[in-house]
């Protein structure tokens, strides 16, 4: 799958799926998910020129879809859950950003000193 995403902030970039795998992997750890049968649900809802943010949405649509599918309803509702933290958090760091761009932001979206 070869395309160009665009970034929260404007930028054009070539599709990276390491990022998804490791937002996938953190997300899942710890509970029982079948990653390959994610990612099948997954690629029905990509496409190119996405926003990073309509990844992120269509992430956390496709772990809803499997949590009426699946035996293991509670892990796969327990993923979306930390999906949707995963964009909360990059929003948040967003709103942060723009609210006091002055101020250093680390790579954990905390204020360095504020």
Same mark, same amino acid.
């Given at each position: ?26 997300c899942s750890e710890g509970l029982n998910i #079948?990653?390959? /049968? ?7 809802? $990509?496409? @190119?020129?996405?926003?990073? %943010? ?32 995963? #964009?909360?958090? /990059? ?7 723009? $609210?006091? @761009?002055?101020?250093?932001? %680390? ?8």
């Amino acid at each position: 799958m070869l395309f160009e995403v665009i970034k929260r902030d404007g930028r054009v970039e070539a599709f990276n799926p390491q990022k998804i795998d490791k937002v996938v992997s953190i997300c899942s750890e710890g509970l029982n998910i #079948d990653i390959n /049968k994610f990612r099948d649900k997954l690629t029905m809802y $990509l496409k @190119p020129r996405m926003t990073t %943010s309509e990844i992120q949405k269509n992430l956390i649509t496709a772990a809803v879809s499997l949590v009426s599918t699946e035996d293991n309803k509670d892990d796969y509702s327990r993923f979306a859950a930390r999906l949707m933290l995963v #964009d909360f958090r /990059k929003n948040i760091r967003i709103i942060r950003k723009n $609210l006091f @761009p002055d101020s250093k932001i %680390s790579i954990r979206g905390h204020f360095q000193k504020f």
